[in-house]
């Protein structure tokens, strides 16, 4: 069964560096390419988004194994379904920096022009995600 998770924490280390980012995306890649895992990684201003999409245990085994990161802190699940199929089978983890995206594609799911996943529900931020794919916003690859 598979089922896709969509989380947001925020960053112990509030300046996290680009070769902290990059580490992170590399032990995603390699962890998710063994264990059918694929999603994306939306960072920026100290705050994560994540969406992880598999098989269920998979998928709950690393939500568990982040929430108990000491990397990360105020970790809340947004929003957990089961899925027919994935929405972001081409990445094993993509990625997208929050603080670089365009204004208008913020203010369209957002009250201010800085996104904050904190104050939208799952849906609005699952929904972004999804139009950063369809723009070309999330790089990386699979």
Not at 10 to 31: G, M, P, Q, T
């Amino acid at each position: 069964m598979l089922v896709r998770l969509l989380y947001v924490s925020r960053a112990v280390d509030k300046d996290c560096s680009k070769s902290a980012i990059d580490s992170i995306l590399e032990a995603s890649r390699s962890h998710n390419l063994n264990n059918g895992i694929t999603g994306v990684l939306c960072y920026g201003g100290g705050v994560f988004l994540q969406a992880i999409e598999g098989g269920r245990d998979a998928v709950n085994r690393l939500y568990n194994h982040i929430a108990a990161d000491a990397r990360h802190s105020d970790v809340v699940l947004l929003h957990y379904e089961e899925i027919s199929e994935r929405r972001f089978g081409g990445w094993t983890m993509g990625q997208v920096n929050l603080s670089k995206l365009n204004t208008s594609i913020v203010l369209k799911y957002s009250e201010k022009p800085e996104f904050d996943p904190y104050s939208v529900s799952g849906k609005v931020s699952l929904a972004l995600l999804e139009e950063l794919m369809a723009t070309a916003s999330i790089i990386g690859r699979a």
